[in-house]
C-alpha cells in the first residue's frame, strides 16, 4: 500500500508541468482569438487536475504497529469526477476541430514576373485567363506570377497584375486564380496580401505622357483605388461571395467577381 501511495503521489510532479504549459498555451490561445489554441489549454489543464485529484482522493493513516486506515476524500474524488468530464468534453472537441480544420495558406512565392506590357501568348479565345489579359487596354500592366502554398500540400499558381491608369492617375489590381479547390481560400488570402503586387508596381518606373502635354506622370504618383477584379475559373456559391465581398470591404477594398458567369456573358455579347 505504501508503494501505491508514493507512486500516485509522485503523480503531482507530472499534473504540475502540465499544468505549467497549459496556462500559457489558454493565454495565448485567448491573444491570438485561436479556438484550438483556447481548447488545447483547457484539455491539458483539466487532465492535470485529473492527474492530481487521482493522485491525492485517497488517505493513508499508519498506526506504527503495522496496521493503517485508508478512505476516500470525498471532496477531491468530487473534483476528479468534475474535471474527467471536462477533459473529456474539452479533449472531444478539441479532436473534433482538428479533424476538421480548414486547410490554410502556409506560403506566398513569386515564381515568375512580366513585364510592363506583358507578352502575347497564344491563348484559346473566350476563356477567363484570356479576358485576364486582354481587358482593360488603356491601362499599363505589370504583373507576376505567385505561388500559393497551403499545409496540405497543394500549390496554386496565382496570376497578379497592376494596372496604371496615367490619365486617371490611378492604379487598381487584378488576379486570376485557376481551377483550384480552394478558390475561396486564396480569394480570401488576397485581401491581406494584396499589397505584395503593389510594392512589386512600384519597383518599376514608368513615365508617360500624351501628345502635346509638358508634364509627363510618373507610375510612383498614381494612387490605388482600392479596386480588385477577381478572375476565378470554379464557381464561387453565393454565401461565400457574400462572405468575400464583406472581407474586402471591411478592409476599405472593392472586389468584382469575373468567374464562370461572367465568360458565359461575355462569349453571348460576342
Given amino acids: 500500500?505504501?508503494?501505491?501511495?508514493?507512486?500516485?503521489?509522485?503523480?503531482?510532479?507530472?499534473?504540475?508541468?502540465?499544468?505549467?504549459?497549459?496556462?500559457p498555451v489558454f493565454l495565448f490561445g485567448i491573444a491570438k482569438e485561436n479556438p484550438t489554441l483556447i481548447l488545447a489549454g483547457l484539455t491539458m489543464g483539466s487532465?492535470?487536475?485529473v492527474i492530481y485529484f487521482a493522485s491525492n482522493s485517497r488517505w493513508w493513516i499508519g498506526y506504527g504497529?503495522?496496521?493503517?486506515?485508508?478512505?476516500?476524500?470525498?471532496a477531491k474524488v468530487t473534483g476528479l469526477i468534475i474535471s474527467a468530464v471536462v477533459l473529456v468534453a474539452c479533449g472531444t472537441w478539441l479532436a473534433i476541430r482538428l479533424?476538421?480544420?480548414?486547410?490554410?495558406?502556409?506560403?506566398?512565392?513569386?515564381?515568375?514576373k512580366a513585364a510592363p506590357k506583358p507578352q502575347q501568348t497564344e491563348i484559346p479565345q473566350f476563356t477567363l485567363r484570356q479576358l485576364f489579359d486582354s481587358e482593360f487596354e488603356h491601362t499599363t500592366k505589370y504583373g507576376q506570377e505567385r505561388e500559393v502554398i497551403f499545409r496540405s500540400g497543394i500549390k496554386v499558381r496565382v496570376q497578379s497584375r497592376i494596372y496604371m491608369d496615367y490619365d486617371a492617375k490611378s492604379s487598381f489590381l487584378g488576379f486570376y486564380i485557376p481551377s483550384s479547390p480552394r478558390t475561396y481560400e486564396i480569394a480570401a488570402m488576397l485581401a491581406d496580401n494584396y499589397n505584395a503586387t503593389l510594392e512589386a508596381g512600384k519597383?518599376?518606373?514608368?513615365?508617360?505622357s500624351n501628345s502635346g502635354e509638358k508634364i509627363a506622370t510618373s507610375s510612383k504618383d498614381l494612387a490605388f483605388t482600392g479596386r480588385i477584379?477577381?478572375?476565378h475559373e470554379d464557381a464561387l456559391e453565393l454565401q461565400k461571395l457574400a462572405a468575400l465581398e464583406t472581407l474586402y470591404?471591411?478592409?476599405?477594398?472593392?472586389?468584382?467577381?469575373?468567374g464562370p458567369d461572367y465568360l458565359v456573358t461575355k462569349i453571348l455579347s460576342k
Fill in 1 to 23: 500500500m505504501n508503494f501505491v501511495s508514493e507512486v500516485l503521489k509522485a503523480m503531482g510532479v507530472p499534473a504540475g508541468l502540465l499544468a505549467g504549459t497549459a496556462i
Fill in 249 to 258: 470591404k471591411s478592409k476599405n477594398l472593392s472586389v468584382q467577381f469575373r
Fill in 47 to 49: 487532465l492535470s487536475l
Fill in 203 to 208: 519597383e518599376i518606373s514608368v513615365t508617360t
Fill in 229 to 231: 477584379f477577381l478572375y
Fill in 99 to 112: 479533424m476538421n480544420i480548414p486547410d490554410q495558406v502556409a506560403t506566398v512565392e513569386t515564381t515568375q
Fill in 65 to 74: 504497529d503495522g496496521t493503517s486506515e485508508s478512505g476516500w476524500d470525498r
